[in-house]
């Protein structure tokens, strides 16, 4: 990823703009520098981070999955995550029998990441305190595809390549005898800004899939994704950033049928849990994470596809946990 500064020396730079400006107009001090301010827009591009990770993470093949999360992230600005994601991935037999199908999948993912500072100047210029309510909101869109290439008795290779766009916003409050200084140095530039970012990644997927005894299913998915992402149209240069993402993701499922019947279908359960772990970047401080999702289907009866299914997922990581819900259609 970017270099990133120290918050504090980030804080103290303001500090002495602050200053410079309220109290000594003609002082030759040095003034904050672009690079020394981008230490605050770390928390906008963790925002892209996570957007473009958990958009790179679709799992979905052959189905359409709606879900909603929030996540709860262990840090000092007591930052709360909202995310809204709409996913989808469909194998096309577009080169006829005995040839690799093509896996198109596609995810929309709005995330909105807020939290506060309690002194934006880390207590460096008493008398002049500014706390900051912030938030920031991305929208992120992406499409992939790949051939399947069978691989074994159940066993499908499929390597990918994905295009992704992210939007962001940061919108802020400041508060405190130091609102005014904090809102002419920090607006437009920590906080209170407009950009985008593109990323282009490549992705491997593994899959196996088998019967055991006769209902149940079981289904071991792998995958790599690694992508370059860049911002376009900032509003400052202090918005300008570049890196990388490189995670890893293992996932097992179970699934099966129950012996009820409701609304001309019949009720089946499943369950998975799956692990993440970022080789390169992280996010919101989290380089790793579970996943443990457990699932009712409606098999049939639905007249829209093979199955409906209502999961509750949970995510535990060491700073970054969550709980939330999903309506996932298989065809």
Known sequence: MATRTDARSFASLLTTAALVAALSPCAALAQPGVDDIQAAFELGESSIDFAQSIAGLVTVRDGVDLGIIGYDVDDENNTDILLLELQAGRVFDMFGAGAPGLLVEGAATYARASGELDDLFFGLAPGFESEVDFEF??????????????????????????LSASYIVSDADYGGPGALIAETV???????????????????????????????EFRLLGRYDGRFIETIAEDDPAQEFSGSLQFFTIRAGFAGPTETELFGGTLGWRGSLGYTVFAEGDIFGSDDYLQLTLGADLIGGTGLGTRLTANVTAILGEDLDGIGGSLELGF
């Open 137 to 162: 909101r991305t929208l992120t869109g992406q499409i992939g595809a790949g051939p399947v290439f069978e691989a074994g008795e159940g066993i499908t290779l499929t390597p990918m390549v994905n």
């Open 186 to 216: 920090a607006d437009g530039v920590a906080f209170n800004w407009e950009a985008g970012a593109l990323a282009i990644g490549v992705a491997a997927r593994a899959e196996y899939v088998t019967m055991i005894d006769e209902d149940v």
